[in-house]
């Protein structure tokens, strides 16, 4: 709901402008708290992914703490550069920054049961896809002809499914469980069902930042019923809390320099599907918020902050970052579009990202806790996909272009001992599934005619009465 006791209603549209204090504070705690459990979650799933961190007496515990903490930092940081702004960098507009799901189809297969051994080349990799990133400001205007929402539909919905195992994976208790009783047992499902219960409860029957902050709060429901259940212990949340230090400051190239082509490549070619999300957020923050159209120097400048604040996070050990799109609709909701809200959120993520005991208490949360929160975030993902192929004209072209896209990405997926005689490069990436599917969805939508090019338009054609009626009634 607008509260116009913030300031006029020009003044609420106004990028420019700052409520008082006393609102613009909880406000931009606000936009944290929305996008929060998303933005650390990608780091765990990464970590689980290489099989790291996980477990009180992991040696590598410290890395996924590390991972987590930077997830934070630079997720403020790169905010900055978008409400700041560094000369033509950011887009001077109340745009939130967090770490992106796109890219771990891409980030699994790089890593997957490596430890930590390849991170040097993922983040390598993820250096050189973000300054990629940023340089397709100044074109991906003149490329979005070739991103219709049968592509960038299809690329989100198999971003969700190629996710969602993930989120079953962790309700039932992870890969450390695996092969042991514990594995999807009622007491591990009955911790991600309260979460997922909670959750939902709060996003339909609730109002204002309760409803916002549904899935934090609902994890910290689950957190409470592993404590009341045994799950968790005090005894291992002072044990996590005290073994973290109070302040640290990143470490540049914490995991070395390593060339890979699969990770150059399948970062690069994400970037482009990530600088057409930021071209659709930003055009919504400022249709939402301002009632006007997105100019292209915000475009150019928020696409800029995009792909260097992907490449700086690189360089210190953070993933990529993109613009939350559950930030879009916040703004909508609330209808302040002040930049300077935005910046105090900003402020608090970098200050949680310098303080890892917070990482700390985040990685006491149980995996199967966790576990709920993911099943719904990946949920989301899938639902977002199919929100974006409702915009199509589902013409026998089309249909069929999304079913071999679909059938390669997915199949891919699903068996991926099935390129397993390619070069390692070329393997990593078409595991994903993603990247395959995105290229081919990519290239068959330029090259196939539109429907009836080359043939006779469908209604000289003969038809039998059931048919006309039945298509008829389809393109209505």
């Not at 978008?82 to 771990?104: C, K, M, R």
């Not at 996710?163 to 208790?173: D, F, H, R, S, T």
Request: with cysteine; glycine share 14%; charged share 10%.
């Amino acid at each position: 709901m607008r509260d116009d006791t913030l300031g006029t209603p020009e003044q609420l549209r106004d990028p420019d402008f700052t409520p008082p204090l006393s609102r613009a504070i909880p406000l931009g705690i606000q936009h944290v708290l929305a996008m929060f459990v998303s933005n650390v979650t990608p780091a765990i799933i990464l970590a689980g992914a290489a099989g790291f961190g996980f477990g009180s007496g992991s040696p590598d515990q410290p890395e996924l703490l590390y991972l987590i903490q930077m997830a934070m930092l630079f997720a403020g940081l790169a905010t900055l550069l978008q409400t700041v702004t560094i000369g033509p960098v950011g887009a001077g507009l109340p745009i939130v920054q967090g770490t992106s799901f796109a890219f771990l189809p891409v980030m699994i297969p790089l890593v997957a049961g490596q430890g930590t051994q390849t991170l040097g080349a993922l983040f390598t990799g993820l250096v050189a896809g973000g300054l990629f990133h940023a340089a397709l400001g100044r074109v991906v205007g003149r490329i979005r002809f070739a991103l219709p929402p049968l592509v960038t539909g299809l690329v989100v919905t198999l971003i969700g499914l190629a996710l969602v195992p993930v989120g079953i994976q962790y309700a039932a208790g992870g890969v450390p469980a695996q092969g042991t009783p514990e594995y999807g047992s009622a007491l591990n499902w009955a911790a991600a069902l309260v979460v997922i219960a909670v959750t939902l409860g709060l996003k339909f029957f609730a109002r204002g930042m309760l409803s916002v902050s549904a899935v934090l709060i609902g994890i910290a429901a689950g957190y409470a019923f592993a404590l009341v259940t045994g799950m968790l212990t005090p005894a291992a949340i002072a044990g996590s809390w005290s073994g973290a230090a109070a302040f640290a400051l990143p470490d540049p190239f914490r995991y070395g320099v390593q060339v890979s082509a699969a990770a150059v490549l399948g970062f690069c070619l994400m970037a482009v599907v990530s600088a057409i999300e930021t071209v659709g957020d930003v055009s919504g923050i400022v249709r939402g918020g301002a009632g006007r159209e997105a100019s292209d120097a915000e475009i150019v400048g928020a696409t800029y902050a995009d792909g260097l604040g992907t490449a700086l996070a690189g360089i210190f050990g953070g993933l990529p970052n993109t613009s939350f799109s559950q930030n879009v609709g916040l703004i909508a909701m609330t209808g302040v579009m002040s930049r300077h809200v935005v910046t105090i959120g900003a402020l608090f993520l970098i200050l949680c990202g310098l303080v890892p005991k917070i990482g700390g208490v985040i990685l006491t949360v149980p995996i199967e806790v966790l576990g709920g929160g993911v099943i719904v975030m990946f949920g989301m993902v899938v639902s977002a996909g199919v929100s974006m192929l409702a915009e199509v004209d589902w013409t026998r072209r089309n249909m069929v272009i999304f079913a071999v896209a679909l059938s390669l990405g997915l199949g891919l997926q699903l068996e991926p001992d099935a390129v397993a005689g390619l070069p390692e490069w070329l393997r990593v990436l078409m595991v994903s599934g993603l990247v395959p599917a995105a290229v081919l969805a990519i290239s068959l939508n330029l090259l196939l005619p539109e429907e009836g090019a080359g043939e006779a338009a469908p209604e000289t054609r003969p038809e039998t009465p059931p048919a006309a009626a039945a298509r008829a009634g389809r393109f209505r």
